[in-house]
Each structure stands twice: as C-alpha cells, then as structure tokens.
C-alpha cells in the first residue's frame, strides 16, 4: 500500500512538472521587443522557413513555436499578410497572431502624378510602383471604364481606406474604382451634366482650382471664372497649368516655382492652356473632395479675370474686364519684385 501510494505521489509530481513545463514553454511569454508592439510584413508566396526567418528577430525560443505551429497544421497553411506581435505573447498567441492578417489604414493626397501615387502607394501595401502602374495603365481595364493612361489618375480620390496589405495591385485598383463609382452619385452627375462636364473633367477643373487656392471660401468662384472662360471659349490660361507643362518638359517634378514667367506661356504641352483652348488632357494634381465640390457648386458671376491679392494674402482679387484685371496683376507682379521673387 505504502509503496502504491509513493508510486502515485511521484507519478503526480512528474504530470504536474510536465504541466508546469508544458505552460511555461507554450503560454508564457516567449516575445522579445522592447516596444509595445510591432508589425511584421509576411510577403505573398512565403513559406513556414520564410516565415520563421522574418519573426525571429521578435521571437525568445523559436523551437517553442516550431513545436506549437506543427501542432496547429500553421506551416501546411501560413498566411500572407501584416500580422501583431505584442510585447508577453505566448507561443500559442504567437501562432494565432500569424493567422489574423491585420488591415492597413492606407491613406493618400496631395500627389501631383500617377507615379508619385504610385510610389505613396507602394510604401504602405505589398505591390511595388512597377506593380501599380501596370495595373493602373491595363489597357483592357481602361477602355472598359472609360479612362485613357493619362486621365486614369483622376479615378483616385484622395481618403483613408483600409485594405489588406498584401492586397494585389488589380484588387486595390477595382476597390478604387468602386469608391470612384459610389462618389459619383446621381446629384454629383447631374450636377456635372449641368456644367457640361464629365466627371474626370470635372475633376481635371478641380485640380486646376485646387492648385489656385487653398480656400475654400474663394474656391467656388475661381470655379466660377474658368467655368466662365469655357463657356465664352477663351483659353484658361491657367498658370498652375504652365508649371504642370514646364515639369514634364523638364522631367523634374521636385522644382519649386513661385512665378511664371514670360517665356513658360510658349511651352508646347496640351498642359500649357496658354497655347491650347479647353481643359488639359489629365488632371494636374490630385484635387481634394472640396475643391471637386467646388466646380460642381461654382459661384454664378461675372468674373473673367483674377490674381493673387497683396493685401489679403492667400487669397485673389477679381475682375469682369481686363482693364481692371492688368491693374491688379501690376500690383502683384511689382511686389513679386519688391521681394526679389524670380521664379
């Protein structure tokens, strides 16, 4: 009896040494970071070795994991994605962390170019710059939706959207021309059909107005004045669109130019709407929500003319006759003077 009950007080402590160790080698912390948390990218096509190599840096005793993901069939099945590792993350949270791929909060604006997209793009989802401009540029896809390769960029509408990112490009490129498609609602394509203006020209318009001002109060009536000059067929003669034209000309798009000068209105671009009537081929920059809003609610006036104010600083004076409009462009062209202001 003695020796049964022994045999059973051993054979205890060993299943409890057994659970003690299992706990601590499977639930305990096995994360070794010093922040809080951290994101690791898992690349498309990756394998279990792949996999290994890219936690390692964050993981204390990898043959825990090894263990704990066989266990699981995780190696039979790994995932591509963003995955969290936290700080005190046991091996079995480590494996389930490696299954939730965790969405991304993508976020673009302000780009001047497909390629400048395209680069934004890139630095925050899986797909390359090379990647994304294929896409974008697929012919098939273009004619079914009825964009060009220039006026592409105008399908994207500068937001936050979440996706996954190991999103592909062509995933990415469909989701935004849903969003395009459900911002274009039935009161935005009457407003544009009442403008006689499709929407990526309208868009186009945007850009130029998004370009001109900041405000958004004064936004709606510098809409107004090129909807004006379209109407009565005069050129734009727009100088954000000049400066779009001498960048391309130049291959330089990281040049800051304050001033247009004389010789810039002779650039032989369809961008330069000194030379050539009606809106540019593509959009110039990326228009926010507002500035798109603003030509489809354009001020009805009679305003042909306008420049930058030097009394109101970040806002224009406008005129009706260019007279009055030659007064104000001297006033501001004096004082680009004044301050040494060349380009």
């Not at 591509?80 to 949270?93: D, E, V």
């Amino acid at each position: 009896m003695k020796n049964k009950s022994k045999v059973l007080k051993i054979t205890l402590a060993i299943g409890l040494l057994i659970v003690v160790s299992v706990f601590v080698l499977f639930f305990t912390n096995n994360t070794k970071i010093d922040k809080d948390e951290v994101f690791v990218h898992v690349p498309t096509g990756s394998s279990f070795e792949d996999v290994k190599k890219i936690i390692s840096p964050f993981v204390k005793n990898m043959a825990s994991f090894e263990f704990m993901a066989a266990r699981r069939s995780y190696p039979e099945h790994v995932k591509s994605g963003r995955f969290l590792i936290k700080k005190g993350m046991s091996t079995f949270q480590l494996v389930s962390t490696m299954r939730r791929n965790v969405p991304v909060d993508l976020a673009f604006n302000n780009q001047e170019r497909l390629e400048n997209l395209c680069e934004r793009l890139s630095s925050q989802i899986e797909p390359d710059t090379s990647k994304l401009l294929n896409s974008f540029r697929d012919s098939v896809f273009l004619k079914k939706n009825g964009f060009t390769a220039e006026n592409v960029f105008a399908m994207f509408l500068p937001n936050t959207y979440q996706v996954y990112w190991n999103i592909s490009a062509d995933e990415f490129r469909d989701k935004m021309l849903k969003e395009y498609n459900k911002f274009w609602n039935k009161e935005r394509i009457a407003k544009a059909t009442a403008l006689n203006l499709a929407p990526v020209q309208v868009i186009t318009l945007a850009s130029i107005v998004h370009k001109e001002s900041v405000k958004k109060s004064e936004r709606p009536v510098i809409a107004g004045v090129y909807l004006n000059r379209l109407k009565q067929g005069m050129p734009l003669q727009a100088d954000p669109t000049v400066i779009y034209a001498k960048k391309i000309k130049e291959n330089n798009f990281d040049q800051i130019i304050k001033r247009v000068i004389h010789e810039d209105l002779f650039i032989n671009s369809p961008y330069n709407t000194y030379l050539f009537e009606g809106l540019p081929p593509s959009p110039i920059a990326m228009p926010d929500v507002d500035a798109i809003d603003a030509v489809l609610n354009a001020e009805k006036h009679n305003y042909i003319y306008f420049c930058a104010s030097i009394e109101k600083f970040g806002y224009h004076v406008f005129a009706s006759d260019y007279a009055e409009h030659q007064k104000n462009a001297k006033k501001y062209a004096d004082w680009l003077n004044a301050q040494g202001t060349t380009r």
